[in-house]
């Protein structure tokens, strides 16, 4: 080693005169001593290029390492990802088939519309050819380059940034808990959209106990001695927000844990409310929408209508979340602990005020004498 490491010494002193000008002794007047001297130089490149193999090999390992610790993040980050999107694809294709049914006749059009428009963005996006011109006309004596060569190529000069890939190890890691943190992000939105709701106590059934703060209904077999108003619901246990909405969108969600029968929807006020008519019922006349829960079996009703929601079948939610959009007359019902969708119904126009209506249920022999509360829709619900 210490015979190489003093012969390439004097190659970089040969290399240096070389450079300068000045003449090397009996080299250039010695053909075989030219000879002797590049095939001593061949064996220093080639001494050197076993060197930078063994370095590249263990960059290789070391990448392969590092690779695979951020591989694994990043499948993590995947599934939150593909789970965020089967989310929110779920709530688009609940969305579309609400619209697909409520203008059923229009599809064609649609469909015929949407080819155009997939035509004309086939043609604004053919790409243009570009052509680069580099400039790659480089020269330099032999001996000078390799010199170079050599002063570049010191493996010492080649090192892992230990410190930094542990940053890169960690700001990925960070990233996956910020990933977590955002989603889903169906979630962020409808929070966004989040409004107080005040139960009115004058709408309720006798039967119903309803807090002083408006957010709590609870199901009692003791008739209350409530006075009567024609805004009472006297026979389907139902209640109604004090404020109604026109415009804009709106978000709230029910706790309704340990329950086994509850009904949860908007309604004009208009609802019928007095006497066994069924259209007193949520979603059975054309003034609300509802979502019913008995037994574990999920119904959504519009106009006496049942949409029997057999994926949903046997699932309990701790929070159901309900949102309305007057633009397009859109009412969605979803699953707030994991944002899964129930079912959504278009209405198009809404003809008056919107109601948040709740009906706590009968004690339905004993198994459902939870309460009904209105969660503060803009803050996640604690993870048990």
Known sequence: MQKMLHYLKQVVLTVVNVHTGEEVEGKEDNPVKQQEHLKKQMDILAYRM????????????????????IRKKYDDMKRVLDEDMQITMCQLDMEQEAMERTTEENIEKCFQLIQDLEQQLSETTKQLDQDKAHDLDQIAETDRRIMETLKMTDPECFQMDEFKNEQLLCLIINLLLFIRSQVPVTKKLFQSYAQEVVLNPDSAHPKLIIST????????????????????????????????FKEGRNYWEVQVSDKTYWELGLTYPSIPRKGREEQCWLGRGPDSWCVEYFNGDYTAWHNGVPHELTHLTGRKFQRIGIFSSSYGGLVCFLGSDTMTPFYSFCVGTFTDALHQAVCPGHDNQGTNWKPLLICDASRSAPTL
């Not at 076993?50 to 610790?69: D, R, V």
């Not at 703060?213 to 009472?232: F, H």
Request: without cysteine.
């Open 50 to 69: 076993k060197k930078l193999s063994a370095k590249q090999e263990h960059f290789i390992k070391k990448t392969a390492e590092l690779k695979e610790k």
């Open 213 to 244: 703060a408006g957010d709590l209904v609870t199901y009692t077999d003791t008739w209350q001695e409530v006075p009567e108003n024609p805004s009472r619901f006297d026979t389907t246990l139902n209640v109604i927000s004090l404020e109604g």
